[in-house]
Structure formats: structure tokens, C-alpha cells
């Protein structure tokens, strides 16, 4: 009886030391229309499903989505005291930079941005994973590249996670973009939750 109970101990006391990596997170996906539901409520979108399938698999971890259509690094970077305030998170998903490179932004500028953004959440302590994105190629083939090596370049220079595009599995699919050729539609944001749904999962350390 006393070995069961010195071993029942034990194991209580381990699960108190363990607990503090499963405790309370929460997570904020700092993005643009990709991310924001373009075309759609926000509940419709990527990051909402995702919402609501982790109320039920996850109810510990609060999803926000501090996305918004049109931003760009320059806007994230601009508002990013505000996110952090409000929201105290643990982690951040930034996925920034297309409406930079649809805009003819140099390499130089948004690099610069990127990086900022980054180093203002490290100093927190925060955990950061960054989207790749890509542009498409009408605008060049070297200013296409040029911005396409600033994700890695940056998230490698900061110890940063870099997370594979998401539009990459979904652009090559026309039955799931919207009439622009640009914006994932509604039938697409399931996808793009399944597909993101892991990397943001071991963001967190899950």
C-alpha cells in the first residue's frame, strides 16, 4: 500500500511539472486577405474553421485573427504594440508581405519590416513562425526571386520558423480561387486549415 501511494505521488507530482507546457496559449496570426477571409466572414475563413475545430480538440489554446486585408509589412509593424497588448500572445503566425510585393516594395524595405516585426516579438519572448509567400511571376523574374529568398534569408538570420506557402497547394487549383486569381475562395479555406493546422500545432509544442 505505501509503494502504491509513494507511486501514486509520483505521478501527481510529475503531471504538475508537465502541466506548464500544455497550459493556456494563445496564438495570433498577424496577416493580410489571405489569412483575413477576403470575400467571406471571418468565421469562413482559414483561421476561423480552425477556431472552432480547436474549441473542441484544443479549448486550452485561444486562436485570434489579427489579419486584415490590404496590410502590409510597414501597417503590421505599425500596429503590432497594439496586437501585442490586446491579445498577450504566446505565439505568432506572420504571414506578410504579398501586398508589399504586389506593390513594387524593395527588397530592402520589406526585409527591413519582416525583421522588426520579428525581433520586437522575440524580445518577448514570443514564438514566431513566418509564411513564405510568393508573387507571381508577371512582375519579373528578378524581382520575383529577389523577394522570394527575403523569407528565408530573414527567418534564417533570426532562428525563426519558416512555414511553406500555403497558396502553393491551392493557386494551381482554379475550382478553389476566387474570379481575381489571387484570393482563395470559400471552398478552399478547409484546405488551407488542414494544411496549416499542424504547423501552428508545433508552433505551439503541440
Keep these: 500500500m505505501k509503494n502504491f501511494l509513494f507511486k ?18 494563445t496564438l ?24 472552432q475545430r480547436w474549441s473542441d480538440s484544443y479549448p486550452d489554446i485561444t486562436l485570434v485573427n489579427a489579419s486584415i486585408s490590404g496590410d502590409t509589412t510597414q501597417g503590421a509593424l505599425n500596429r503590432l504594440n497594439g496586437v501585442l497588448k490586446a491579445h498577450k500572445p504566446d505565439a505568432v503566425f506572420v504571414e506578410l508581405g504579398g501586398n508589399d510585393g504586389l506593390r513594387g516594395f524593395t527588397p530592402q524595405t520589406i526585409e527591413s519590416n519582416l525583421r522588426q516585426i520579428i525581433e520586437r516579438l522575440q524580445a518577448d519572448d ?26 528565408p534569408t530573414v527567418t534564417e538570420s533570426t532562428d525563426t520558423l519558416l512555414i511553406p506557402f500555403f497558396m502553393e497547394q491551392i493557386a494551381i487549383k482554379p475550382e478553389l ?25 508545433d508552433l505551439l509544442g503541440r
Excluded: C, T
Excluded at 495570433?28 to 474553421?49: H, R, T
Excluded at 514564438?127 to 529568398?149: E, L, W
Design 126 to 151: 514570443i514564438k514566431v513562425a513566418v509564411s513564405q509567400i510568393r508573387i507571381p511571376p508577371n512582375y519579373g523574374a528578378r524581382y520575383s526571386n529577389m523577394f522570394a529568398d527575403i523569407f
Design 28 to 51: 495570433v496570426v498577424l496577416g493580410d486577405s489571405l489569412s483575413a477571409g477576403y470575400g467571406m466572414s471571418q468565421k469562413e475563413s482559414w483561421v476561423g474553421i480552425l477556431q
Design 8 to 25: 501514486f505521488a509520483v505521478i501527481v507530482a510529475l503531471l504538475v511539472l508537465i502541466r506548464p507546457v500544455f497550459a493556456n496559449g
Design 177 to 201: 480561387m476566387q474570379n481575381d486569381g489571387i484570393h482563395p475562395n470559400r471552398e478552399a479555406q478547409d484546405d488551407i486549415a488542414d494544411i496549416m493546422e499542424p504547423h501552428l500545432l
